[in-house]
């Protein structure tokens, strides 16, 4: 049973946001018996609700609340008020999000010694290693059901899967496969197997797909210590004189402030919101917000270096079929400088529906050109690059000057210029995606430029040293030890890799530290 | 309101149309009839009623349409139906109403004696639109449009885009590892 409880109950952990990171924290600890609220400021849509259609879906659950964009990246102009593709909606982004599960590599934790001081980016050693984080990454991968580990199977691969392939062999790449996929390739954890249906984006309507919505949020309730507060929008935490958190204040269903009670706060509502609400509960005894004093609350803002390649072919494709990213080429994750960057990149499969293509493939752009390569929709394959972008202390959440939402709290503005780095890098995919696709014959390729993003970290970042972030290796916070980060904003530097199972894995971590800190009573 | 209707008769047929129909001939494009508050295409049975805007815009803008997203296999019905919106919206906001309408006489002006309609050739046409592609008016029709074009279901075929799977069981029995030519 779904536990309700009391706003002056102040002996309950309080998280914010039920995505990746706060729905994972939410059921491990209500597994541990500890009493855990989650504010969610979205509504609760089950996966039978989720609609298969790219519009209709996008308007059921992504999170449209205004925000405002600066910078020189392309999705300042072309989606001024859009910068990110995230959700605001019970699961937050995992029931968007298309599944790639892929451990960091070690090298990615240590990136200030690796690669040395880089001009323009704000690099620095993650506090904690790839093998302590191991049997974290074990114990998600377990959780979340991913292919390729555990004995499971991988997925079959589809068309666009199967072009993909046949160009990796052509340019001689080793190693191509489905991916490391959190969808069931087979019936467990009481959910279906894939059944290939395609819109993997716009939420999974088998539950093949692992998400907080269904595959930990009601476990983490059947306990009976946790409850998700849906339609719960947190504008403020509050802290006593000695500067410890108190409780949070959100906006209920019906705009009206409400205080919730808190023993621990732990905030979670991805990497544009999460600053945003620190920034936002500054005091006169936290005037730079809460945790912040180190000043690095909202900076170093990441979204990966992204793109896409789409390419036609004399011959149909129907890329859309099947499961959206179950394809992989890891060969160029590796951290090679001699191709003209640090870090690395990975390629993998990426179809959008004729809606979203025609959205997405150049905005802006019109006439033949454009229409064109919307014509030949069915013989389009398509891949996506993702790789490490570099930390900018420039590249930041603030909260804007004059604007405010329903709730008078400041909106967020997003700032993002490149680094010289992050260019060099998309620039050599590009190149190789079309040669890739070239290959296999195609007849036309496109360098798609990045969407809005759906990768967002680094605003809230981990550091060894008080002074150089936010949190310490525990997502807890530097300067106030009831307060936590418990999402992608926790990143010290981005990786070249689809970001949650580190998210999930860091969530799991946290947990047993958050349970045995409060059975030790140290908070 | 805008309506969109299936001409079941012939266009002689329908009634309560008088007969001082002015007959705009788009360049490039099929026949459009203005009638009344109407657009209408009887070669291929539908209309279209404007309210708010003139319908001499609404056909402009039909073929302004075509001319910013030209798909030669998607007939003018699927254009008419994604501007419609310029209509209701210009219904309820005056502001827009200017927008539309003083953006399709400043087309014409462009174009030249027999205005934008009067242009043969797409290329000269999308001379013109090239000029104004900056103004809000360009942008709200074009924005406009990537949605209420490319999302109409009933264009998706055309494109061999099939939508909604789920209630098919998905692609796993419908080919979603079927392509041969690799
Ligand atoms: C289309 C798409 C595809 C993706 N594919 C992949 C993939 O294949 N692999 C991968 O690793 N990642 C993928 N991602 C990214 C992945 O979804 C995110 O990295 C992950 O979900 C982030 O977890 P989070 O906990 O930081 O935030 P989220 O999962 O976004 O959850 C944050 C939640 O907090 C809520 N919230 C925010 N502010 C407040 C507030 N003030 N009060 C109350 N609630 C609040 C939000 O409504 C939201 O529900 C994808 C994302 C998208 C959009
Ligand atoms: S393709 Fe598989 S994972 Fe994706 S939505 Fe369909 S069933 Fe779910």
Redesign the interface.
């Known amino acids: 049973m779904a536990a309700p409880f009391d706003l002056k109950n102040d002996g309950v952990v309080v998280i914010i946001g039920s995505g990746a990171g706060g729905g994972t924290l939410g059921n491990e600890l209500a597994q541990k018996g500890v009493d855990v609220v989650i504010l969610e400021a979205g509504a609760r849509h089950e996966y039978e609700d989720f609609i298969n259609d790219e519009w209709d879906s996008f308007a059921q659950l992504a999170w449209t609340d205004k925000r405002t964009t600066s910078g020189d990246w392309r999705v300042a102009k072309d989606f001024p008020n859009l910068p990110a593709w995230i959700v605001k909606s019970v699961g937050g982004s995992t029931t968007h999000w298309a599944g790639a599960s892929l451990r960091l590599q070690e090298h990615e934790f240590k990136t200030l010694s690796t690669y040395g001081k880089l001009e323009g980016a704000t690099l620095l050693d993650w506090p904690i290693t790839l093998a302590e984080m191991e049997p974290y990454y074990a114990k998600a991968e377990a959780k979340m059901g991913v292919t390729g580990t555990n004995d499971w199977p991988r997925l079959p691969g589809n068309n666009n899967f199967k072009v993909l392939k046949a160009g990796a062999d052509k340019l001689g790449y080793k190693e191509c496969h489905t991916g490391n996929m959190a969808i069931n390739s087979v019936d467990r954890d009481d959910r279906n197997s894939c059944q290939q249906t395609g819109f993997c984006f716009q939420g999974c309507k088998w539950r093949a797909k692992w998400s907080t919505l269904y595959a930990e949020i009601p476990k983490g309730e059947a306990t009976g210590h946790l409850e998700v507060r849906p339609n719960a929008m947190a504008i403020k935490i509050n802290h006593d004189a000695s500067g410890k958190v108190t409780g949070v204040v959100y906006a209920d269903k019906d705009g009206k402030l409400q205080e919730q009670k808190a023993r621990i706060v732990a905030v979670a509502g991805n990497s544009i919101e999460s600053p945003r609400l620190l920034l936002n509960s500054a005091s006169s005894k936290f005037p730079d917000g809460l945790a912040n004093s180190s000043g690095q609350v909202g900076k170093n803002y990441m979204r990966h270096t992204t793109g896409s390649v789409y390419a036609i072919f004399d011959k149909p494709v129907h890329m859309y079929r099947g499961t959206t990213m179950a394809g992989i080429i890891r060969d160029e994750a590796r951290h090679d400088p001699s191709r003209g960057f640090v870090g690395g990149y990975e390629f993998e499969t990426l179809s959008l529906g004729l809606p979203f293509m025609a959205a997405f493939l150049d905005p802006g752009g019109w006439g033949r050109s454009f229409t064109t390569a919307l014509d030949h929709y069915d013989h389009m394959a398509g891949l996506w690059i993702v790789g490490e972008d570099m930390p900018r202390a420039e590249n930041r959440i603030t909260l804007h000057a004059d604007m405010k939402d329903e709730h008078g709290m400041p909106i967020a503005d997003v700032h993002f210029d490149d680094h010289a780095n992050d260019t060099a890098m998309r620039n050599h995919a590009y190149k190789q995606g079309s040669a890739l696709y070239a290959a296999v014959g195609a007849t036309r390729t496109f360098p798609t430029p990045p969407y809005p993003s759906t990768h967002n970290l680094g605003t809230n970042r981990m550091s060894e040293k008080a002074a150089d972030g936010v949190v310490n290796k525990h997502g807890q916070s530097h300067d106030i030890k009831n307060l936590f980060v418990s999402d992608g904003s926790q990143f010290t530097t981005g990786g070249a890799e689809n970001p949650t199972l580190t998210i999930v894995s860091l969530a799991i971590r946290q947990a047993e530290y958050i349970a045995g800190q409060m059975s030790a009573k140290s908070i | 309101m805008v309506t969109i209707y299936e001409r079941k008769l012939g266009f002689e047929g329908k009634p309560g149309l008088s007969r001082r129909e002015l007959l705009k001939r788009g360049g490039a494009s099929a026949l459009l009839v203005i009638s009344g508050s109407a657009v209408i295409s009887p070669e291929h049975a539908w209309g279209l009623e404007t309210s708010a805007l003139k319908p001499e815009t609404m056909a402009t803008l039909i073929q302004m349409a075509r001319d ?4 030669d ?1 998607v007939p003018d019905k699927y254009y008419a139906i994604a501007v419609k919106a310029h209509d209701e919206q210009a219904g309820k906001d005056p502001a827009h109403k200017d927008l539309i309408e003083k953006g399709i006489a400043d087309l014409d002006v462009k174009s030249g004696k027999d205005g934008y309609t009067g242009l043969g050739w797409e290329e000269q046409r ?1 001379a013109v639109l090239k000029q104004i592609e900056g103004t809000p008016f360009f942008q709200a029709v ?1 924005g406009g449009l ?2 209420g ?3 109409q279901k009933e264009v ?1 075929p055309i ?9 098919k ?4 029995a ?6 041969e ?2």
């Not at chain 2, 910013?68 to 798909?71: A, F, T």
């Not at chain 2, 069981?169 to 796993?172: E, H, L, M, N, R």
């Open positions: 910013i997203y030209p798909h296999q999308v074009r990537v949605v074009l490319y999302n998706w494109f061999g885009y099939e939508g909604e799977s789920y209630s069981g998905g692609y796993i419908r080919g979603f590892d079927d392509i030519w690799l």
